[in-house]
């Protein structure tokens, strides 16, 4: 399991990307690094949670989270929260499984 994930530029410990598409892009990617190093795909995740500050940008989340996952549909709850840390428009968690898959 990946604790939730902002837009945080590990070579920077940055905040990155000023709307949620941008974020999305950045948490995305930080999930599949961190999965990576324990030799895992975004194929592995079997559960997310989406959380954002405000549900009118799940249109634009929601484009990156299906280019990101393609034909693989994990289950996901997405909740509007009224603040994340360092301002962060978009927080996603993710639970992944070690098998096959």
Excluded: C, W
Excluded at 34 to 43: A, D, M, P, Q, Y
Excluded at 79 to 88: C, D, F, Q, W, Y
Aim: no cysteine; proline share 3%.
């Amino acid at each position: 399991m990946t604790s939730g994930q902002i837009a945080i530029n590990p070579q920077t410990g940055k905040l990155e990307g000023k709307t949620a598409k941008e974020q999305t892009q950045r948490v995305l990617s930080n999930i599949k690094a961190i999965l990576s190093e324990i030799g895992l795909t975004e194929k592995n995740i079997v559960k997310t949670t989406v959380y954002l500050t405000d549900l009118s940008n799940f249109r634009e989340v929601n484009e990156v989270y299906g280019k990101f996952f393609k034909d693989h549909k994990p289950a996901r709850e997405t909740v509007e929260v009224s603040n994340l840390p360092l301002g962060a428009l978009v927080e996603i968690s993710a639970i992944a499984v070690i098998e096959d898959v």
